[in-house]
């Protein structure tokens, strides 16, 4: 019997005993890892050194006592603030050194995945998405072709399929690819609309066209003007369309635009409606815009960057009725689905038209000889050459979540939105932007301290208040306690702009952000 035991035990007590040893580091480098000569153990214990870094980062963002972002100014960190040094050496440092980076660009960055982390669309820390992205760059993979890259794409397939459904398109009918992000993903809309009207683009140029005009709300992302100046149409030609208090596009306002500008000799192609606004999380009436684009024969983009993941919500998915009348979507998981950056889709209605668009056939990517179906050869359909592999932590974690957990997830970051909703109007010293119930993630307030509330309306007191916001957050980030973003809109001072798409945010820390506002505010 103990004879028997013996190995098992041996086998069991070995590794254990090995990993306690520690590796000096000190006098290790890069050259010493895989697939240097014997490497295979210094590169186990490397990276599991950087694993532990990174556990202990995770571990600490998700605890409330714990800091936001450790702030120091630019000159503060490019001055090699405690041994942090920016600078490129010409000679290799030791392993140690670079573990010390690892934990220093850590230390100084900022805690996305902090539950009190309120500033941007895109927040939270999901570890199974985090493993995604760690098998991802493992691989190292390219999606351009599917001898490259074979499960990926056929999971980039699945995806997109899914996420064409749940758009509400027919089985026969859908397409796309994911993008480095919205901004892309809308530019690739403005691409297909321009090639679908006018194909000979692709050869002739912007010369052989009429001028061109296109159409989106003034409360829309500035990547719509932006993908404008990219492509040569030019961004006195992308029309920003009048919306009403609560952020909407106003459709009959965008009818007589289009009215206004054929009578100009410009030909209209193009509207951008939007789900779910960066500023108010507004939703344009999309059936609307669906019947004036279906009049005029205009193509008709959804930017549902922000607003797309309502559509797995049965509570919420009725906010985008009509998106399924749309000729194509961006819509953003790295964003309210909370997927690890970046994940951006660009779906299209028409199957066939982005590789129409943007084939070039290069014959080193994509012979038509090989032994596989080459349809499968995706990268003709994008403007890029090389691609990143987005798709697979997207995946990964609809497959442990189910469309039921990613459900769950945005409903409680908008109950969340509503729990602060209702916290603003119980109190007289904060005022909501706008009086009517957030529609989506994002709410709007100010905040004014006992110092100002005796001052009459006025030019003096909006003055005060504009400077208000800009030095609670300052003051907010030199603490760490919490980050929330700020800003003006047409004719409105400065306002706080709370984003609540992070799973990890509760009630408390609602609570915590505005007794912070009134804490740092109230002596001003």
């Known amino acids: 019997i103990i004879k028997k035991a013996a190995p098992r035990d041996k ?4 590794p254990a005993v090995k990993d306690r040893k520690p590796v000096d580091f000190n006098s290790i480098y890069s050259k010493d890892l895989l697939p240097a000569f014997g ?3 210094i ?9 532990n870094i990174l556990w202990a980062y995770i571990h600490k963002s998700n605890q409330r006592n714990s800091k936001v972002l450790d702030f120091h100014h630019p000159h503060q960190l490019k001055a090699g603030l405690e041994g942090l040094n920016m600078e490129l050496p010409d ?9 010390v980076d690892c934990r220093d660009t850590l230390k100084y960055g900022v805690r996305t995945g902090h539950p009190r982390f309120f500033n941007q669309l895109s927040s939270g820390l999901d570890v199974v998405g985090l493993a995604g992205e760690w098998l991802t760059s493992t691989a190292n993979s390219n999606m351009f072709t599917y001898e490259v890259s074979p499960v990926f794409v056929l999971m980039e397939e699945v995806l997109l399929k899914k996420m064409q459904n749940i758009v509400g398109w027919l089985e026969d009918e859908g397409d796309g690819i994911f993008c480095p992000g919205g901004t892309i993903s809308n530019l690739y809309s403005i691409l297909l609309a321009r090639y679908h009207f006018y194909p000979e683009v692709k050869t002739r140029g912007m010369g052989a066209l009429p001028q061109l005009a296109l159409f989106t709300s003034e409360h829309s992302h500035y ?5 404008a100046a990219v492509l040569g149409l030019g961004t006195d030609n992308m029309v920003m369309v009048k919306c009403d208090e609560r952020g909407k596009m106003i459709s009959a306002e965008l009818e007589a635009a289009i009215v206004s500008t054929k009578k100009k000799g410009l030909v209209p192609i193009y509207v951008n409606a939007t789900a779910g606004t960066t500023v108010y999380g507004a939703f344009d009436p999309l059936n609307d815009i669906a019947d004036i684009c279906h009049r005029h024969s205009l193509w008709m983009h ?3 960057a922000w607003g797309g993941g309502l559509l797995i919500s049965d509570r919420h998915r009725m906010k985008l009725q009509g998106i399924e009348r749309a000729w194509s979507v961006t819509w953003n998981p790295h964003k309210m689905m909370g997927v690890p950056l ?3 889709a660009i779906l299209v209605k028409k199957r066939g038209l982005l590789k129409e668009c943007n084939e070039l056939g290069a014959e080193y990517l994509f012979q038509k000889d090989k032994h596989y179906d080459v349809s499968y050869d995706t990268g003709d359909k994008s403007i890029q050459c090389g691609r990143h592999v987005d798709a697979f932590k997207f995946w990964l974690m609809w497959k442990a979540k189910g469309s039921e957990g990613f459900e769950a997830q945005i409903n409680k ?17 904060f005022k909501l932007v706008f009086d009517s119930k957030p529609e989506h993630c994002t709410v709007c307030f100010w905040y004014t301290p006992p110092s100002l509330r005796c001052l009459p309306a006025g030019p003096e007191k909006e003055a005060k208040l504009h400077q208000l916001a800009p030095w609670i957050k300052a003051r907010m980030m030199e603490k760490g306690s919490a980050m929330v973003g700020y800003q003006p809109l047409g004719g409105k001072v400065n306002f706080f702009r709370c984003v609540l798409s992070n799973p990890a945010t509760q009630q408390e820390d609602i609570d915590f952000l505005l007794d912070q506002i009134v804490q740092l505010g109230q002596y001003l």
Request: glycine share 2%; aromatic share 6%.
């Open 302 to 304: 959804v930017d549902a």
């Open 43 to 51: 590169t186990r214990k490397f990276l599991q050194e950087v694993s």
């Open 39 to 41: 490497g295979e153990e």
């Open 413 to 429: 970051c908008l109950e969340n939105a509503e729990y602060l909703y209702d916290q603003l109007q119980r109190r007289t010293d």
């Open 342 to 344: 970046q994940c951006s």
């Open 11 to 14: 086998q069991q007590e070995n």
């Open 223 to 227: 990547s719509l003007k932006k993908s």
């Open 91 to 99: 000679q290799p440092e030791t392993l140690e050194q670079i573990l």
